[in-house]
């Protein structure tokens, strides 16, 4: 039994380190959209610039939704692996509704430049913006999907070692998409107005 | 221990046909390069002829750290071949440790004296750096286009299509775009190296023909379905060769206005020589404004592209 | 409606030129052929469950070897077609291609031989040799591994589905360069093909390194440290490092390519500020380090070739392991030498020139290892050692000649000319073929039980290096000449035509060798009586593979080996055999859901090819599902208990024992000629021919 154990261990600690190497993989994916944003941002061809679409008070409340979410997910993860069930439930609920509310401003903002006739087709600086800051959304997206899905098999299951990998595995992705976010923030809203 | 098997050692032997093959081809290479055809190593230019310069120090360069290694590799294998039973054979022996630090050290020297000469060589041979000489300098704009190149002399105000005539000793400067075309590369073999003509950059190419003649040039980049027939002719003539060519053109039939800039934008392949009077002196600007500004341009580009379909 | 159910997809999709309906009837004939053969035989269920659901790595490194063999075949017909057309399109004639037709061979080419066929040996020998050097029953994530290979799949799939709708392929070089390949230039499905045939099987690729980083840094036998990890999982752990670090960037620089095309945003356009020279930059950041992924396993496979044909231990392991690591940093930071010529200043060119001059050193270094692993050696001249031998010359010319390319002057004069062409045909026929078909034979007892036949082997090896020179030196020739590359028509006035013939004629002799192998592994399954290897051990080898039966049993190792050296296998044999003690065996189960998700991925991919929005969007739906229900299934293993391994090993005993008084002599000598095949291959033919008659009478 005690053989189990062990492969169930060595299992966890592979599976970990995999997805810390995937998560390198989607950084460089990042950093070439970081790289693209920063050769093409200014190519604006007279239209508008970040500095006359961004809003930083939207930008600012982003961040704030998600640099919270992160700490209840760290607070949600300390539960799971206390095998504390409804505190788990709970804190990562919470962290999917900041999630979701995140996700609600991006899309709010998204909407508000294609009305205003911003859209990625207008210039490269705008392709740049959308798919830059719509990759990451994406990310946000799937990690909510992932989050609802294993809260469920949560509720059905228990807290066993296998949910408990999964968890892990999910607040480090999340936590990896705060990263993102705040490089995001800094680097395509806040230099826009410095 | 099994017994040594006849067929394997005839292919020890065997080994030795491979560096002869080499040799062989290398004199295949030899007897081609006596002949003429060889632009690259036939400059008929300054910048062709220091570019094959240093292709040549290199060559020998690396020739002479290659083939000695060549020649350790294959007689090692050779002399300790199962068969040869006169060849010491050690599993367990030990070479120094020095030998580490040669292995490091002898590459490591043949890449800086090669890496010494290369550094100043691309800083003396930029594209963009003008060339000294005696002959007051003169500049040809070029435009590639879908599939042909329009050349347009600013200080003579004639333009050519898929023709390009140059006086000898002169140092000509070829400031190169395109317009509604592919990267393109513009390349003429026997004058010197190629360089990219793209769509809003003007990328600029210092050549200098020496030697009077017919020079065959091309794009080296593909650029579409007209890639191959984009070839023009580079002529280099003396320097009253070339007035009395100018002002030739200068009788020509047509002007490259803005219609026969039109038409010429349309999509052809194969085109013969073309020769105009006259051009617009904005012509060149325009060119490389129209990717800076709005993009009605493009929308209008990419349907009549859908239509064509 | 008709939009928004079928996209752009109508009745000139359909197959109507002579080469799309050829090849749809040949595509549709091979797989109504498969389909009626398995029928026949009752196969469906065997393959279905243990070939296709199988996440044994031995058997999809098989699977690999299977469809990179197929697509070595078709990347090569299309090189026969290139050679075709250029041998004769001189002057008045224009060949027998258009020039748009000729551009799509030549860039499916490309593409089919470096993704789908370079890759598929290169991760094939990884996943059948690398658990077994390094100990291990299986890879870190056994699923990962499913799904990578049919990842690729589909990839080959996209690459081929062309012929079937569509009808073009892209017709842009192998990179499809912008503005080129953009919404702008390329108005059809071509480059969209390309983008998803090399999205999806990108992907695969990714996952499968990840995979395989895990399992060489997490599952290394007890003992075996780095600094005893046999030279070829060195070589395919720094590929793998490579690959997942370049890889992402070409699934993002085709993400940005296909939002250009598909939603005509302005990454790379010409206007709407969009920068082509970006598109340049990006690709090469992973088209250079591609090369050096392929490459450093054939270091890998190199270096235990020239040890075990030796009979002498690497030498100067280290200095070897660490030339291959510094070849493949150096290699992440060169991609800028293919595009010197794109007006960078000239110290940007001169920086990335000396990067490419320093990274021959790292180089040079692993050659002077072999050197000396020779020393003192007794080698034997088995085939693998020819390719060993053959590579050595080959590589040199590619690389001496890439070394001068990247001394940017004199790249201004070779770039996009047939001296490039040639230059990378050395490296990668020469290096990476090479070093494939080594370790192919090298391996091939341990996969089959059979070794190759040499005679015949020995034959497609001279074809090749004969072949070789004879198409590919020409070809530097006429690079100096001032042939651009991808030409499908010049002037009779150029005087290439000479030359080009030679270059026919020298792909005639290649396709010789190619032939000549396929009759070598038919050869080989004809005298497998003679040619079996039952020891599991038949070149006296040095590293644990060899440890294993030939074929090795499904879970590789019966009882995990301690390593406590390099040559791991090499001292076991020393010190004599011991008892083992057996113990349960955790496998993997079948699954099929690597299966599925591809068959989404492939509609994703077809979807967007097409605009059928609704199929992308339902596929991708689908992933989620089977992604989501693989994920949460928590028993994905089964238990092989200590007694059922005692059985099953008990059993492969006494076949073992069997098999080897059938083997009564082994001598090479009397292997098979191609004209003794013939004749076994015309008797059998007759005698099926006459059984099938007196059957028909009776």
């Given at each position: 039994?005690?053989?189990?154990?062990?492969?169930?261990?060595?299992?966890?600690?592979?599976?970990?380190?995999?997805?810390?190497?995937?998560?390198?993989?989607?950084?460089?994916?990042?950093?070439?959209?970081?790289?693209?944003?920063?050769?093409?941002?200014?190519?604006?061809?007279?239209?508008?610039?970040?500095?006359?679409?961004?809003?930083?008070?939207?930008?600012?409340?982003?961040?704030?939704?998600?640099?919270?979410?992160?700490?209840?997910?760290?607070?949600?993860?300390?539960?799971?692996?206390?095998?504390?069930?409804?505190?788990?439930?709970?804190?990562?609920?919470?962290?999917?509704?900041?999630?979701?509310?995140?996700?609600?401003?991006?899309?709010?903002?998204?909407?508000?430049?294609?009305?205003?006739?911003?859209?990625?087709?207008?210039?490269?600086?705008?392709?740049?913006?959308?798919?830059?800051?719509?990759?990451?959304?994406?990310?946000?997206?799937?990690?909510?999907?992932?989050?609802?899905?294993?809260?469920?098999?949560?509720?059905?299951?228990?807290?066993?070692?296998?949910?408990?990998?999964?968890?892990?595995?999910?607040?480090?992705?999340?936590?990896?998409?705060?990263?993102?976010?705040?490089?995001?923030?800094?680097?395509?809203?806040?230099?826009?107005?410095? | 221990?099994?017994?040594?098997?006849?067929?394997?050692?005839?292919?020890?032997?065997?080994?030795?046909?491979?560096?002869?093959?080499?040799?062989?081809?290398?004199?295949?290479?030899?007897?081609?390069?006596?002949?003429?055809?060889?632009?690259?190593?036939?400059?008929?230019?300054?910048?062709?002829?220091?570019?094959?310069?240093?292709?040549?120090?290199?060559?020998?360069?690396?020739?002479?750290?290659?083939?000695?290694?060549?020649?350790?590799?294959?007689?090692?294998?050779?002399?300790?071949?199962?068969?040869?039973?006169?060849?010491?054979?050690?599993?367990?022996?030990?070479?120094?440790?020095?030998?580490?630090?040669?292995?490091?050290?002898?590459?490591?020297?043949?890449?800086?004296?090669?890496?010494?000469?290369?550094?100043?060589?691309?800083?003396?041979?930029?594209?963009?750096?003008?060339?000294?000489?005696?002959?007051?300098?003169?500049?040809?704009?070029?435009?590639?286009?879908?599939?042909?190149?329009?050349?347009?002399?600013?200080?003579?105000?004639?333009?050519?299509?898929?023709?390009?005539?140059?006086?000898?000793?002169t140092p000509v400067t070829f400031e190169l775009t395109g317009d509604e075309v592919p990267m393109s590369s513009f390349w003429i073999p026997n004058l010197g190296g190629q360089l990219y003509a793209m769509t809003s950059h003007v990328n600029t190419l210092n050549l200098m023909a020496e030697v009077p003649g017919d020079y065959p040039g091309a794009t080296a980049e593909i650029n579409g379905p007209g890639f191959a027939g984009m070839r023009f002719t580079a002529r280099a003539s003396s320097a009253a060769d070339f007035d009395r060519w100018v002002s030739e053109t200068k009788q020509a039939n047509h002007k490259l206005d803005a219609e026969s800039y039109a038409n010429l934008l349309k999509p052809s392949e194969s085109n013969p020589a073309a020769y105009y009077s006259a051009y617009d002196t904005d012509l060149y600007g325009k060119v490389i404004m129209k990717y800076m500004g709005s993009h009605a341009a493009h929308d209008n580009q990419i349907e009549t592209n859908h239509e064509q379909h | 409606m008709r939009e928004f159910l079928l996209g752009k997809l109508d009745g000139h999709a359909l197959p109507h030129e002579w080469f799309t309906i050829a090849g749809s009837i040949a595509f549709i004939a091979m797989m109504l052929a498969t389909i009626l053969v398995i029928t026949r035989l009752k196969k469906w269920k065997w393959l279905w469950s243990e070939w296709l659901t199988s996440v044994d790595p031995k058997k999809i490194g098989i699977m690999y070897f299977i469809a990179g063999g197929f697509m070595l075949a078709r990347g090569g017909l299309d090189a026969v077609m290139i050679w075709?057309?250029?041998?004769?399109?001189?002057?008045?004639?224009?060949?027998?291609?258009?020039?748009?037709?000729?551009?799509?061979?030549?860039?499916?080419?490309?593409?089919?031989?470096?993704?789908?066929?370079?890759?598929?040996?290169?991760?094939?020998?990884?996943?059948?040799?690398?658990?077994?050097?390094?100990?291990?029953?299986?890879?870190?994530?056994?699923?990962?591994?499913?799904?990578?290979?049919?990842?690729?799949?589909?990839?080959?799939?996209?690459?081929?589905?062309?012929?079937?709708?569509?009808?073009?392929?892209?017709?842009?070089?192998?990179?499809?360069?912008?503005?080129?390949?953009?919404?702008?230039?390329?108005?059809?499905?071509?480059?969209?093909?390309?983008?998803?045939?090399?999205?999806?099987?990108?992907?695969?690729?990714?996952?499968?390194?990840?995979?395989?980083?895990?399992?060489?840094?997490?599952?290394?036998?007890?003992?075996?440290?780095?600094?005893?990890?046999?030279?070829?999982?060195?070589?395919?752990?720094?590929?793998?490092?490579?690959?997942?670090?370049?890889?992402?960037?070409?699934?993002?620089?085709?993400?940005?390519?296909?939002?250009?095309?598909?939603?005509?945003?302005?990454?790379?356009?010409?206007?709407?500020?969009?920068?082509?020279?970006?598109?340049?930059?990006?690709?090469?950041?992973?088209?250079?380090?591609?090369?050096?992924?392929?490459?450093?396993?054939?270091?890998?496979?190199?270096?235990?070739?020239?040890?075990?044909?030796?009979?002498?231990?690497?030498?100067?392991?280290?200095?070897?392991?660490?030339?291959?690591?510094?070849?493949?940093?150096?290699?992440?930071?060169?991609?800028?030498?293919?595009?010197?010529?794109?007006?960078?200043?000239?110290?940007?060119?001169?920086?990335?020139?000396?990067?490419?001059?320093?990274?021959?050193?790292?180089?040079?270094?692993?050659?002077?290892?072999?050197?000396?692993?020779?020393?003192?050696?007794?080698?034997?001249?088995?085939?693998?050692?020819?390719?060993?031998?053959?590579?050595?010359?080959?590589?040199?010319?590619?690389?001496?000649?890439?070394?001068?390319?990247?001394?940017?002057?004199?790249?201004?004069?070779?770039?996009?000319?047939?001296?490039?062409?040639?230059?990378?045909?050395?490296?990668?026929?020469?290096?990476?073929?090479?070093?494939?078909?080594?370790?192919?034979?090298?391996?091939?007892?341990?996969?089959?039980?059979?070794?190759?036949?040499?005679?015949?082997?020995?034959?497609?090896?001279?074809?090749?290096?004969?072949?070789?020179?004879?198409?590919?030196?020409?070809?530097?020739?006429?690079?100096?000449?001032?042939?651009?590359?991808?030409?499908?028509?010049?002037?009779?006035?150029?005087?290439?035509?000479?030359?080009?013939?030679?270059?026919?004629?020298?792909?005639?002799?290649?396709?010789?060798?190619?032939?000549?192998?396929?009759?070598?592994?038919?050869?080989?399954?004809?005298?497998?009586?003679?040619?079996?290897?039952?020891?599991?051990?038949?070149?006296?080898?040095?590293?644990?593979?060899?440890?294993?039966?030939?074929?090795?049993?499904?879970?590789?190792?019966?009882?995990?080996?301690?390593?406590?050296?390099?040559?791991?296998?090499?001292?076991?044999?020393?010190?004599?055999?011991?008892?083992?003690?057996?113990?349960?065996?955790?496998?993997?189960?079948?699954?099929?859901?690597?299966?599925?998700?591809?068959?989404?991925?492939?509609?994703?991919?077809?979807?967007?090819?097409?605009?059928?929005?609704?199929?992308?969007?339902?596929?991708?739906?689908?992933?989620?599902?089977?992604?989501?229900?693989?994920?949460?299934?928590?028993?994905?293993?089964?238990?092989?208990?200590?007694?059922?391994?005692?059985?099953?090993?008990?059993?492969?005993?006494?076949?073992?024992?069997?098999?080897?008084?059938?083997?009564?002599?082994?001598?090479?000598?009397?292997?098979?000629?191609?004209?003794?095949?013939?004749?076994?291959?015309?008797?059998?033919?007759?005698?099926?021919?006459?059984?099938?008659?007196?059957?028909?009478?009776?």
């Open positions: 039994m005690s053989r189990h154990i062990d492969h169930e261990a060595e299992a966890t600690d592979r599976v970990m380190f995999g997805f810390w190497v995937y998560l390198m993989t989607d950084l460089l994916m990042f950093a070439i959209l970081f790289a693209v944003y920063a050769v093409l941002h200014g190519n604006t061809l007279g239209g508008e610039t970040g500095r006359d679409l961004f809003s930083l008070p939207l930008a600012l409340q982003e961040t704030l939704l998600l640099l919270t979410s992160s700490f209840t997910c760290g607070i949600a993860m300390i539960a799971a692996r206390q095998r504390k069930k409804a505190q788990t439930l709970l804190w990562f609920g919470i962290t999917f509704a900041l999630g979701l509310a995140f996700l609600g401003l991006e899309l709010y903002e998204f909407a508000e430049f294609i009305h205003e006739g911003h859209t990625m087709q207008t210039n490269a600086f705008l392709s740049s913006f959308f798919v830059l800051v719509g990759t990451h959304g994406l990310h946000i997206t799937s990690g909510l999907l992932w989050m609802g899905v294993t809260l469920i098999y949560v509720m059905k299951r228990g807290l066993n070692d296998h949910l408990v990998r999964k968890l892990a595995m999910l607040s480090l992705f999340w936590h990896f998409l705060d990263i993102v976010w705040i490089f995001i923030f800094t680097t395509v809203y806040l230099r826009a107005f410095v | 221990m099994p017994k040594p098997n006849k067929k394997r050692n005839r292919q020890g032997r065997l080994v030795w046909l491979m560096p002869l093959l080499f040799l062989g081809f290398g004199l295949v290479i030899a007897y081609f390069i006596h002949d003429k055809n060889i632009a690259v190593f036939h400059p008929k230019g300054l910048i062709a002829q220091e570019q094959l310069h240093l292709t040549l120090f290199a060559g020998a360069l690396l020739l002479a750290a290659a083939v000695p290694t060549m020649f350790l590799l294959y007689f090692t294998a050779w002399k300790y071949r199962e068969s040869n039973t006169k060849a010491v054979h050690d599993p367990y022996v030990r070479l120094s440790k020095s030998f580490v630090w040669t292995m490091w050290v002898v590459p490591f020297i043949f890449a800086l004296i090669l890496a010494g000469v290369m550094w100043p060589a691309t800083h003396r041979l930029e594209p963009k750096k003008k060339i000294a000489a005696d002959a007051k300098p003169m500049t040809i704009q070029v435009i590639a286009m879908r599939w042909k190149w329009i050349f347009l002399y600013p200080e003579q105000n004639i333009a050519t299509v898929n023709f390009v005539q140059l006086p000898v000793d | 075709l057309q250029q041998a004769f399109s001189s002057g008045d004639s224009h060949g027998y291609l258009s020039a748009d037709h000729f551009q799509q061979v030549f860039t499916a080419h490309g593409n089919i031989m470096v993704f789908f066929v370079a890759m598929a040996f290169i991760f094939g020998l990884i996943n059948y040799i690398v658990p077994l050097q390094i100990g291990a029953r299986d890879l870190a994530s056994p699923f990962l591994n499913t799904l990578g290979f049919w990842l690729y799949i589909a990839g080959v799939v996209m690459v081929n589905m062309f012929f079937l709708l569509g009808g073009e392929y892209a017709a842009t070089g192998w990179l499809a360069v912008a503005p080129l390949s953009g919404p702008e230039f390329s108005t059809g499905v071509g480059v969209d093909y390309w983008i998803w045939s090399l999205q999806i099987s990108g992907i695969g690729t990714t996952l499968g390194a990840i995979n395989f980083i895990m399992t060489i840094l997490r599952m290394r036998a007890p003992g075996m440290s780095l600094w005893k990890m046999p030279p070829f999982t060195w070589g395919s752990l720094c590929s793998m490092v490579m690959a997942v670090t370049v890889f992402p960037l070409l699934t993002a620089t085709l993400f940005l390519m296909f939002f250009d095309r598909y939603f005509g945003t302005h990454f790379f356009t010409t206007t709407g500020g969009g920068d082509p020279m970006m598109y340049t930059n990006l690709i090469w950041m992973w088209g250079h380090p591609e090369v050096y992924i392929l490459m450093l396993p054939a270091f890998g496979v190199f270096t235990e070739v020239v040890s075990t044909f030796s009979r002498k231990a690497v030498a100067f392991y280290k200095t070897n392991v660490i030339g291959m690591i510094g070849v493949s940093s150096f290699a992440l930071s060169v991609w800028l030498h293919h595009f010197f010529t794109m007006g960078a200043s000239a110290n940007v060119n001169a920086f990335f020139g000396v990067m490419t001059i320093f990274i021959a050193i790292p180089t040079a270094v692993v050659f002077f290892t072999w050197i000396a692993t020779m020393y003192k050696g007794r080698i034997k001249f088995d085939t693998p050692m020819l390719w060993f031998l053959g590579f050595v010359a080959i590589f040199t010319i590619g690389g001496l000649s890439g070394v001068i390319l990247g001394i940017p002057p004199a790249d201004f004069q070779l770039h996009n000319s047939l001296f490039l062409v040639a230059h990378f045909h050395s490296n990668v026929i020469g290096g990476v073929l090479f070093g494939i078909f080594c370790g192919i034979t090298y391996w091939f007892p341990k996969f089959t039980g059979i070794k190759l036949n040499e005679r015949i082997g020995r034959q497609a090896f001279w074809c090749w290096v004969i072949g070789f020179c004879m198409s590919f030196i020409p070809m530097y020739i006429l690079g100096l000449m001032g042939a651009p590359r991808r030409l499908d028509h010049y002037d009779a006035s150029t005087g290439w035509q000479p030359l080009f013939v030679m270059m026919l004629i020298g792909g005639i002799i290649i396709a010789i060798g190619l032939a000549l192998q396929i009759a070598q592994i038919i050869a080989s399954f004809i005298q497998k009586n003679r040619l079996r290897d039952a020891t599991g051990d038949p070149w006296d080898g040095r590293t644990l593979e060899w440890s294993v039966a030939s074929p090795p049993p499904f879970y590789n190792f019966t009882v995990i080996p301690k390593v406590n050296s390099r040559d791991a296998f090499w001292d076991m044999k020393q010190a004599g055999d011991h008892k083992p003690e057996y113990e349960d065996i955790h496998i993997p189960k079948n699954t099929a859901a690597g299966i599925y998700i591809s068959i989404f991925a492939f509609f994703i991919g077809f979807g967007f090819v097409w605009h059928i929005n609704w199929l992308a969007v339902v596929s991708f739906i689908g992933i989620l599902i089977v992604f989501i229900v693989r994920a949460f299934d928590e028993h994905p293993e089964y238990t092989l208990t200590a007694s059922e391994v005692k059985e099953l090993e008990a059993a492969r005993t006494k076949q073992a024992k069997a098999e080897r008084r059938h083997n009564p002599t082994n001598d090479r000598d009397e292997d098979m000629g191609l004209w003794e095949l013939i004749k076994v291959i015309v008797t059998f033919g007759f005698g099926l021919a006459r059984k099938t008659l007196t059957r028909g009478k009776a």
